[in-house]
């Protein structure tokens, strides 16, 4: 697929003084005369601080790293996670549209997309507040069908549950990520059928989730916070899984 530009680009882009001294930070992780090394890094904080990658942006990031604006510009074309358009103020969404999801239904959510936010992919709504768009596979296969937003993912998805998580977002509400549908992340609907003697330590979702919700912003956050996916399991006698 030809990426481009797009046609309306703001006059400038500088880092936000948070995020200037983290990207600072980030090229001192690089011995001398490897600072591109750290373009990917960068130009995806210029994309969480803007909600899109634009031209000012990326001409800053490679100026920044000493590198040749055309240089930046290939790395920013050629990754799809780069966004090279304006998205929704409130919300980008990403359906995967990949095997495992299209049979379970991505189809009928990508309709709902197309209902309430735009007819096209890559296109703002009228008011600006959402956008969305078809991805390849997002690697949450047993939760099909899924998308993403921001940096959760929404899985076990109905049409009807994906209308009701925009509706609540549009209202300015926190609905919570993870399945929707009541299970533990992949676990059987029903609870587990395996290593039953394990209990999940009590906890009603992963790690990644429950950041979110501690948070209240499933949508906006922009803090380069990572957490690990692994849920701490014990025994029954409370002895700490490997």
């Known amino acids: ?32 005369g490897r600072q591109a090394s750290a373009i990917i890094p960068l130009l995806w904080r210029a994309q969480e601080q803007e909600g899109w990658l634009t031209r000012p942006a990326i001409e800053y990031v490679s100026e920044m790293l ?9 790395v920013a074309t050629f990754y799809f996670m780069f966004q090279l358009q304006p998205t929704g103020s409130v919300a980008h969404i990403q359906i995967c549209g990949t095997t ?10 990508m309709a709902v997309c197309r209902d309430k936010i735009s007819a096209k992919p890559h296109t703002l709504s009228e008011d600006g507040r959402f956008s969305w768009e078809e991805v390849e596979c997002l ?20 049409a009807e549950k994906l209308g009701a998580l925009l509706d609540a977002l549009d209202k300015g509400e926190v609905p919570q990520p993870g399945p929707q549908n009541g299970r533990f992340a992949s676990e059987p609907l029903g609870g587990a059928t395996t290593l039953t003697e394990y209990t999940n330590a009590s ?25 690990p996916l692994a ?9 700490r899984g490997a």
Request: with cysteine; proline share 5%; aromatic share 8%.
């Open 1 to 32: 697929m030809l990426r481009r530009l797009h046609p309306e680009q703001p006059d400038s882009f500088e880092f936000t003084e948070a995020n200037l001294a983290w990207a600072k930070e980030q090229i001192t992780k690089y011995p001398a």
């Open 66 to 74: 000493g590198m040749a604006y055309i240089r930046g510009l290939e």
């Open 100 to 109: 495992s999801c299209m049979i379970c239904g991505a189809e009928d959510l």
């Open 139 to 158: 690697g949450a296969c047993t939760n099909a069908p899924m998308a993403q937003i921001g940096k959760d993912y929404y899985e076990d998805l109905t």
């Open 203 to 227: 906890i009603k979702m992963n790690a990644s989730a429950q950041l979110a919700e501690d948070i209240g912003d499933t949508v906006k956050r922009i803090d380069g916070t990572e957490v």
């Open 231 to 239: 849920a701490p399991w014990t025994d029954q006698a409370g002895t």
